[in-house]
C-alpha cells in the first residue's frame, strides 16, 4: 500500500507549518535547532527518495508524529513542555517526564521505519531474527544519540543542559536508552501485522 500524493503533500506541509511555529519565540534557540534537526534533515531527505523508496503510510503517518513531539520539545525545551508539568502535577512526579515520552518515541517510530528498510533491502522475513535486529538497530541508535548528547555536553558547556534534559537525574542516560527499547518492542508487537499487510499490497 502506497501512500496517496494528497496525504503526503498535506504532511509535509503541516510538518513545515509545525516546524515554521515552533520556531517562533522558542525557549532556547541552540536547542531549538538541535532537537528539531532531525525534521529539518529527515524531511528534505523523504521528499528526495519518495519515488526511488516509497514508505508505507504507517511510516510516514508515525514520522510525522515523531516529528510533532520533536519540534514541540524543540519550541518550549523537555524540561518545559506544559504538557509534561500537567502530567507531573497530575501524578505528582519528580520531574518533568515529556522527555521520557520523547525517548520511548525515539524508540517506537524508528523501529518501523528500520523493520521497513530490513525488509526490503535484506533477505528477512518477519520473524524472530527480524525482530531481533530492528531492535538491534535501535538500540544502537539510541546510544548513538546519547554520544550526541555528549559531545554538546563538551563542546559546548552549559548551554548543552536545555538539550541534554537530564533534570538531575543521574541514571537519565540509562533511563533514555531503556525506553528506546521499550518502544522499539511494542511498535513491533503491536504494528508488525499492519505493516506486514501494508508491504504485502505496496508489492501488488
Known amino acids: 500500500m502506497k501512500m496517496g500524493r494528497i496525504e503526503a503533500r498535506v504532511l509535509a506541509t503541516l510538518t513545515l507549518a509545525a516546524l515554521a511555529v515552533s520556531g517562533i519565540h522558542a525557549y532556547d534557540r541552540?536547542?531549538?535547532?538541535?532537537?528539531?534537526?532531525?525534521?529539518?534533515?529527515?524531511?528534505?531527505?523523504?521528499?528526495?527518495?519518495?519515488?526511488?523508496?516509497?514508505?508505507?503510510?504507517?511510516?510516514?503517518?508515525?514520522?510525522?508524529a515523531h516529528g510533532l513531539i520533536l519540534m514541540l520539545g524543540g519550541h518550549y525545551t523537555y524540561a518545559r513542555v506544559p504538557l509534561g508539568f500537567w502530567v507531573q502535577d497530575a501524578f505528582d512526579l519528580a520531574r518533568n517526564h515529556y522527555d521520557r515520552l520523547g525517548h520511548l518515541a525515539q524508540g517506537f517510530v524508528p523501529a518501523m521505519l528500520a523493520r521497513e528498510i530490513l525488509l526490503k533491502q535484506t533477505p528477512l522475513q518477519p520473524g524472530g531474527w527480524l525482530f531481533?535486529?530492528?531492535?538491534?538497530?535501535?538500540?544502537?541508535?539510541?546510544?548513538?544519540?546519547?554520544?550526541?548528547?555528549?559531545?554538546?555536553?563538551?563542546?559546548?558547556?552549559?548551554?548543552?543542559?536545555?538539550?541534554?534534559?537530564?533534570?538531575?537525574?543521574?541514571?537519565?542516560?540509562?533511563?533514555?536508552?531503556?525506553?528506546?527499547?521499550?518502544?522499539a518492542m511494542a511498535a513491533q508487537l503491536l504494528l508488525a501485522r499492519t505493516h506486514d499487510r501494508q508491504l504485502s499490497a505496496a508489492r501488488r
Open 30 to 64: 541552540l536547542t531549538w535547532v538541535l532537537e528539531t534537526l532531525p525534521v529539518m534533515v529527515g524531511l528534505p531527505l523523504l521528499l528526495l527518495t519518495h519515488r526511488r523508496f516509497p514508505l508505507t503510510p504507517l511510516v510516514v503517518r508515525l514520522l510525522f
Open 132 to 183: 531481533l535486529l530492528t531492535t538491534a538497530v535501535i538500540l544502537a541508535f539510541s546510544a548513538c544519540y546519547e554520544f550526541i548528547e555528549w559531545g554538546a555536553a563538551l563542546a559546548i558547556g552549559a548551554e548543552a543542559d536545555a538539550f541534554l534534559a537530564t533534570q538531575g537525574d543521574v541514571w537519565d542516560t540509562q533511563w533514555d536508552m531503556f525506553l528506546a527499547l521499550v518502544g
